[in-house]
Structures are given as structure tokens and as C-alpha cells.
């Protein structure tokens, strides 16, 4: 699938309509919280320039097929056009981490006209009995992707209830 998407901490929201920010207190990032959603902002240059992560806990079984995900990539997508912004979106995909099941999908939006766009990664991990919602954001794709395979990282081997208390507000 492809589509246009652009950055910024408040399109990260749209993008995944209310995700909780970056949910791991790691050195080098600050925690901050907006309507529900856990923020983690980037304080230091080896998670890259206006790097973001947002977690938020969403239940269980939230996603339960690749199909589905796509579908709401989809959708979410359609939103941030009829927003007026450019999307391109890499493929959607699975993948099997323990007990977890993490759906993710890479974006770059941009805003028409503006300066220069934004790279996410955004995806669900799916727990036995809890899902998280994650959003990585920054300048570069590699920065944007490193820093959400050590947040997932992080989730995925972590019990249930540490991963839980990190992406609560």
C-alpha cells in the first residue's frame, strides 16, 4: 500500500486518532502527558532532532489480523488526505515478538507547501491481554524506525503489567 502522511506530534495523533506518546521514561527523553496519550520528546542528538514517540494502552485484542490493521492504516490515511495532507505509507506488516504480536506501517507526511515533511512509524503490539498503540516521529526514516524498535523492544520484554504502567498517563 502506498499513501502520502506528514509530521508532526499533532498529526502523530491523527495519524492514530488519540495514540499515547513514547511510554518509557529512557534517559536522554521527557515524559509528558495530553489527553490520555504518554508523550516521550527526544532531549539529546542519539534519538535524533524533534524525535517523538506517544504509547497509549488500548485493551485487548484490538487488532486481531493483518486485514484488519491495514484497513485501519487505510482509514487513517483517508483522514490526514481530507485533512489536506500528503501521505506516502510504506507496506503494512507482522511480526511475532514472544507472546506479542506487533502490526506496524512506516509514513512520511508532509504538509502542502511546507517546508519539509515528517517520518512515522506507527503500529499495535498485541499482548495476551493488553494492546498498545505506539507512534515514532522525527526528520529521518532511520531515526524515526530506530527509536521505535527499542521502544517495541523495550514493551515486548517487559511484563505485562511494567509495559502497562508506562504507557498509562
Known amino acids: 500500500m502506498r499513501a502520502v502522511v506528514f509530521a508532526s506530534p499533532s498529526v502523530a ?37 524533534d ?3 506517544s504509547c497509549r494502552v488500548v485493551g485487548g485484542n484490538a487488532v486481531t489480523s493483518t486485514e484488519q490493521y491495514t484497513a485501519r492504516v ?12 500528503q501521505v506516502e505509507a510504506g507496506e503494512t506488516s507482522r511480526s511475532v515478538l514472544g507472546d506479542r504480536v506487533l502490526f506496524q506501517a512506516a ?17 499495535f503490539l498485541v499482548g495476551p491481554t493488553e494492546t498498545f498503540s505506539i507512534v515514532s516521529s522525527s526528520a529521518d526514516a532511520k531515526t524515526t524506525r530506530g527509536n521505535f524498535d527499542r521502544f517495541v523492544a523495550r514493551l515486548a520484554s ?4 511494567e509495559s502497562v504502567a508506562e504507557c498509562l498517563p
Do not use: H, K, N
Open 74 to 85: 487505510r482509514s487513517q490515511i483517508e483522514a490526514l488526505r481530507g485533512a489536506g495532507r
Open 107 to 123: 509514513y512520511f507526511v508532509r504538509v502542502p507547501g511546507g517546508p519539509r515533511g515528517e517520518q512515522f512509524r506507527s503500529g
Open 13 to 49: 495523533v491523527l495519524l492514530w486518532l488519540g495514540m499515547a506518546g513514547p511510554a518509557v521514561a529512557l534517559d536522554g527523553w521527557s515524559r509528558s502527558v495530553d489527553g490520555g496519550t504518554t508523550f516521550f520528546a527526544c532531549r539529546s542528538r542519539a534519538c535524533g532532532r
Open 158 to 161: 517487559r511484563p505485562s503489567a
Open 51 to 53: 524525535a517523538v514517540i
